[in-house]
């Protein structure tokens, strides 16, 4: 890792609060962007893309040549940890991600030995991007949380409420163990290479944790974070690591005390009261502004925006939305929203 005094959005993520919160946007390098769609023609399929270092570089700078943000996050995608352990997946225009659904027996044909050797173009662009951006922005990588890729592996697609998987889970216990353990294994390989190539900080995506029962989020959500997190200080010490567990709500605060996270991001559908009642100031948080307000922009945003500025005011804070940018953002509302954090 780089020094942290030259890199505001890194020493909030240690806990350092900032006069004027650090921002950066999730899938900030992405469709809404012109110049995204034309390197993503000039790269075949969106693995390709992934793979290609070269154009996963240029399409994670794209953004900070265009906006005054605080950090480059790796362009690559979650479900690069399936493809690596050797099950099929592609993604198809209009549709997204679809996978070959994995049963009890098509767990223990899972093949982590070779993952990381699957994942050195990744690695390389991490490399690469460390040597292209100025010192003073942070560069983050990042991975699936187990129980987010694993609702993906076991139903071949996005669901809206993870059924397949949260069945799996209770019917084949011993076989969904044994995914978890492949999964959190080889996400601390990747997130530590990560770190070796250059990265400042990780980002564990949970884009699942709604829908789970307390028992459930306990063993599917909080246990597999706690062990990459704990099992990543093993081979990066004090490694910074901000958790995303979207849809956690009520849960948000066992998240936070029990996986060992550096910082929380936030999802927009959380109370900013809620934050600041059921978590500790000194615990930086990242978010949450609502993807919609950003596309409709005018009032709707602006008034939004300060009042999260003002809630988190006197605690550690990362400036994002509370999920990904969509594409039919204009970019104009972009500008306006650094503009309006920027300017305070």
Same mark, same amino acid.
């Given at each position: 890792?780089?020094?942290?005094?030259?890199?505001?959005?890194?020493?909030?993520?240690?806990?350092?609060?900032?006069?004027?919160?650090?921002?950066?946007?999730?899938?900030?390098?992405?469709?809404?962007?012109?110049?995204?769609?034309?390197?993503?023609?000039?790269?075949?399929?969106?693995?390709?893309?992934?793979?290609?270092?070269?154009?996963?570089?240029?399409?994670?700078?794209?953004?900070?040549?265009?906006?005054?943000?605080?950090?480059?996050?790796?362009?690559?995608?979650?479900?690069?940890?399936?493809?690596?352990?050797?099950?099929?997946?592609?993604?198809?225009?209009?549709?997204?991600?679809?996978?070959?659904?994995?049963?009890?027996?098509?767990?223990?044909?899972?093949?982590?030995?070779?993952?990381?050797?699957?994942?050195?173009?990744?690695?390389?662009?991490?490399?690469?991007?460390?040597?292209?951006?100025?010192?003073?922005?942070?560069?983050?990588?990042?991975?699936?949380?187990?129980?987010?890729?694993?609702?993906?592996?076991?139903?071949?697609?996005?669901?809206?409420?993870?059924?397949?998987?949260?069945?799996?889970?209770?019917?084949?216990?011993?076989?969904?163990?044994?995914?978890?353990?492949?999964?959190?294994?080889?996400?601390?390989?990747?997130?530590?290479? !990560?770190?070796?190539?250059? @990265?400042? $900080?990780?980002?564990?995506?949970?884009?699942? /944790?709604? *829908? =789970?029962?307390?028992? &459930?989020?306990?063993?599917?959500?909080?246990?597999?974070?706690?062990?990459?997190?704990?099992?990543?200080? !093993?081979?990066?010490?004090? @490694?910074? $690591?901000?958790?995303?567990?979207?849809?956690? /709500?009520? *849960? =948000?605060?066992?998240? &936070?005390?029990?996986?060992?996270?550096?910082?929380?991001?936030?999802?927009?559908?959380?109370?900013?009261?809620?934050?600041?009642?059921?978590?500790?100031?000194?615990?930086?948080?990242?978010?949450?502004?609502?993807? =919609?307000?950003?596309?409709?922009?005018?009032?709707?945003?602006?008034?939004?925006?300060?009042?999260?500025?003002?809630?988190?005011?006197?605690?550690?804070?990362?400036?994002?939305?509370?999920?990904?940018?969509?594409?039919?953002?204009?970019?104009?509302?972009?500008?306006?929203?650094?503009?309006?954090?920027?300017?305070?």
């Amino acid at each position: 890792m780089s020094p942290v005094a030259h890199k505001p959005l890194l020493a909030t993520v240690l806990g350092e609060r900032q006069s004027t919160p650090p921002m950066w946007i999730m899938r900030q390098a992405g469709r809404y962007l012109p110049e995204y769609r034309e390197t993503r023609k000039q790269a075949g399929s969106f693995l390709d893309l992934c793979y290609t270092p070269e154009l996963a570089v240029e399409v994670t700078l794209q953004p900070l040549r265009r906006f005054d943000l605080d950090a480059a996050i790796l362009f690559s995608d979650i479900l690069v940890i399936p493809d690596a352990l050797g099950q099929s997946v592609r993604f198809e225009t209009g549709e997204g991600p679809i996978l070959e659904p994995l049963d009890a027996r098509g767990v223990e044909g899972l093949g982590k030995e070779r993952a990381l050797d699957h994942l050195a173009p990744v690695l390389e662009a991490v490399r690469r991007l460390r040597a292209a951006l100025p010192p003073e922005k942070t560069l983050i990588g990042f991975c699936g949380a187990p129980w987010t890729v694993a609702t993906y592996m076991l139903n071949g697609r996005g669901s809206p409420d993870q059924w397949t998987a949260r069945r799996f889970a209770l019917e084949h216990p011993a076989a969904f163990d044994r995914l978890m353990d492949i999964l959190v294994e080889t996400s601390i390989d990747y997130l530590a290479a !990560q770190f070796e190539a250059g @990265a400042d $900080v990780v980002q564990i995506f949970e884009s699942w /944790a709604l *829908n =789970l029962d307390d028992a &459930a989020f306990a063993r599917q959500v909080i246990e597999p974070n706690r062990r990459i997190v704990e099992g990543l200080r !093993q081979r990066i010490p004090n @490694a910074p $690591v901000i958790g995303f567990p979207r849809g956690a /709500a009520g *849960n =948000l605060p066992r998240f &936070a005390d029990q996986t060992g996270v550096n910082a929380l991001g936030i999802d927009y559908s959380t109370p900013l009261d809620f934050v600041n009642s059921s978590l500790p100031t000194s615990l930086p948080v990242q978010g949450n502004l609502d993807p =919609l307000r950003l596309v409709v922009g005018g009032e709707a945003m602006d008034n939004q925006v300060r009042a999260i500025l003002s809630a988190w005011a006197d605690r550690p804070h990362i400036l994002n939305l509370g999920h990904g940018i969509v594409p039919e953002t204009p970019i104009a509302h972009v500008e306006r929203l650094i503009a309006l954090v920027k300017q305070g």
